[in-house]
């Protein structure tokens, strides 16, 4: 049981490249989040999902699109990296459907936009 | 609108000793979780203890318990014998365990915690 995993640990871009970081999880877990940590801050929610096929936009969803094609995965596209997306990205899951709902979180990728 | 205030940005304590760590919510809700996450200098986030607001009693784990108060919309952690290790940015945490809510978390600024040795 490998919980949430998350690749890349680093990642160093360009501003306008794209990418994508993955998130998956073998909890089979209906909710699935990301969440963008900027230094001395708290965790800002960017986008989430209750199940597969559904996803809905957090706090802070401009730049970033997800989908969510199965109960495992759910991926973060940035559309066009600019400097202001510097963060370290966490995608977590948890159970919803009776608790007991506390989240359960990959280790982090630490993105860089030069 | 629904808030997690965590007052102290920033504590510091002996090794051994014991420390409380603050956290006031605000809601209208009846039925909700709390949550308590420990991020050390490895940023990784563990969940440190969870309190379903229907239960009176409060949580323990180990060398952390919780002092919940209900109708006083407050959540503090107590950590007793306190380690290096716990030397972390802890996180207070919210959801309620509704649809309306889309089980989202709504999370503290966070406390950051040093032990001394």
């Known amino acids: 049981n490998a919980g949430v995993t998350q690749t890349p640990k680093f990642q160093v871009l360009k501003t306008g490249q794209s990418m994508t970081l993955q998130c998956a999880q073998d909890?089979?877990?209906?909710?699935m989040s990301w969440y963008r940590q900027d230094p001395g801050m708290g965790l800002r929610l960017i986008h989430y999902s209750v199940g597969a096929g559904i996803t809905d936009q957090g706090e802070v969803p401009n730049g970033y699109n997800v989908s969510r094609s199965t109960t495992e995965d759910f991926p973060l596209r940035l559309l066009s990296a600019a400097p202001s997306q510097t963060s370290v990205y966490f995608c977590a899951s948890s159970l919803i459907g009776g608790g007991p709902y506390e989240q359960y979180f990959g280790p982090g990728t630490r993105l860089t936009v030069t | 609108a629904q808030t997690v205030t965590q007052s102290q940005p920033e504590m510091s304590v002996q090794e051994a000793e014991t420390v409380t760590l603050s956290c006031t919510y605000d809601t209208s809700e009846n039925n909700y979780y709390l949550f308590w996450y420990k991020q050390p200098p490895s940023r990784q986030m563990i969940l440190v203890i969870r309190q379903e607001a229907y239960k009176q009693q409060n949580a323990t784990e180990n060398r952390f318990s919780v002092n919940f108060q209900k109708a006083a919309k407050s959540f503090s952690l107590k950590i007793s014998d306190s380690q290096l290790g716990d030397t972390a940015m802890y996180f207070c945490a919210f959801t309620s365990v509704t649809r309306d809510s889309n089980y989202q978390l709504i999370w503290g600024a966070g406390t950051k915690l040093i032990i001394k040795p």
């Open positions: 909890m089979n877990h209906e909710y």
